[in-house]
């Protein structure tokens, strides 16, 4: 069975600071992953996936995902966060052959002025 | 404008009563799925709908019905038997023919049920 862990429930970080969330997959083959984000109150929106081909995959406000099969991590990364950025996210895995997603529990990121 | 609506953003219901939420998609997606979300405890899977006039079961669907009668509606009933139903509904959809394809979601309601 697939599953996904977050380590991180809460992360803090200032403006501008660089950030990376971290995911933990566990599937015995080569998985879909995906980041998504979720405002508060709010349905989640994608901000990127992989599936195949390069490694390092670049999502929409400026942030980034690299796969790394050998320490099965998909960690989300932004070099300069802003304000806006506060929110939760949400990382997704889902194998070959289910229409069903497995999520993680979410990291709620706080961003201090 | 391509996507998914539910309706209403917020619910408020007495203990006992049944409620329906509903969930609206133009996106021409076979697949659509209900989840709630609890603080803390991520999405939890209560239906799922692969094709008009199909569902099944999720993780969590005791106290919960769905029907799917058209391609674009997906209702949730969430029902008097259900022991603890305050909570942030979200539906979403996906598109067919392979798992690279992402789900999209609804806004979300929030049903409070006092």
């Known amino acids: 069975a ?9 992360i803090t970080v200032s403006e501008g600071a660089s ?24 349905g989640l929106q994608l901000l990127l996936k992989y599936f195949s081909g ?13 796969f790394k099969r050998s320490q099965s991590s998909f960690n989300l990364r932004k070099p300069s966060v802003h304000w806006s950025d506060a929110a939760e996210y949400f990382c997704a895995v889902r194998s070959g052959g289910s229409y069903i997603p497995t999520f993680g529990r979410g990291t709620s990121l706080i961003v201090h002025p | 404008d391509g996507g998914i609506t539910q309706s209403p953003k917020y619910l408020f219901r007495k203990e006992g009563q049944n409620v329906t939420l509903s969930c609206e998609q133009n996106l021409n997606h076979d697949a659509m799925y209900w989840y709630r979300q609890d603080p803390g405890q991520g999405l939890r899977l209560i239906y799922y709908s692969q094709i008009v006039n199909d569902f099944q079961k999720g993780d969590i669907a005791e106290g919960y019905s769905v029907s799917r009668e058209k391609k674009e509606s997906f209702p949730l009933t969430v029902t008097s038997a259900q022991k603890n139903p305050t909570a942030f509904y979200l539906c979403a959809t996906t598109g067919t023919g392979g798992a690279q394809y992402e789900q999209y979601f609804g806004p979300g309601t929030r049903l409070t049920v006092t």
């Open chain 1, 19 to 42: 950030l990376e969330l971290r995911c933990n997959y566990s599937y015995g083959a080569t998985p879909y992953l995906f980041w998504y984000v979720q405002s508060p109150g709010q």
């Open chain 1, 2 to 10: 697939q599953s996904v862990t977050q380590p991180d429930i809460h």
């Open chain 1, 54 to 66: 390069d490694t390092l995959v670049q999502g929409i406000k400026g942030f980034e995902a690299e």
